[in-house]
Every structure is written in structure tokens, then in C-alpha cells.
């Protein structure tokens, strides 16, 4: 199981109305979204997700390499 720290980004269902940061879509309250608390930037499910993969990608290759984790 991978470590997970407080500032990393996760996938969450909107609290309230707001809009995306990077191509300003309006979230409707329970949209799926891309929260990063350190920079506090809330992303769409289509501008989010690729950046959240490669997050996830990044952390378990360095789990990995820290001989933590199965590479395979």
C-alpha cells in the first residue's frame, strides 16, 4: 500500500458550485473533480484526470523504487 500525505491531490465530489482552473467549466455541486490543497487548484474531470494519472504513475514508481512496493 502506498503512502498518501495530505498535500497530495485526490478526486473529489464538489462541495459547493465553482468552476475549473484551468478551462473555467462550471461544477455543479457533486461534480467529479481534481483537488491539489497545496496550490489549492480544483480541476475538471477532463482537464484533472491526466494530471492525476501521471501523479499516481509518479508515486508508485517512486514506491517502487524505494523498494517498497511490486514493480510488476
Not at 465553482?18 to 467529479?32: D, T
Request: charged letters at 25%; proline letters at 8%.
Amino acid at each position: 500500500m502506498m503512502m498518501r500525505y495530505k498535500d497530495d491531490p485526490r478526486q473529489i465530489a464538489v462541495r459547493y458550485p465553482s468552476y475549473c482552473e484551468k478551462c473555467q467549466v462550471r461544477l455543479p455541486r457533486g461534480a467529479v473533480a481534481y483537488y491539489w490543497p497545496r496550490t489549492r487548484t480544483l480541476l475538471c474531470s477532463d482537464c484533472g484526470e491526466p494530471e492525476f494519472r501521471s501523479f499516481l504513475s509518479a508515486a508508485a514508481d517512486e514506491h517502487a523504487y524505494a523498494g517498497k512496493g511490486n514493480p510488476f
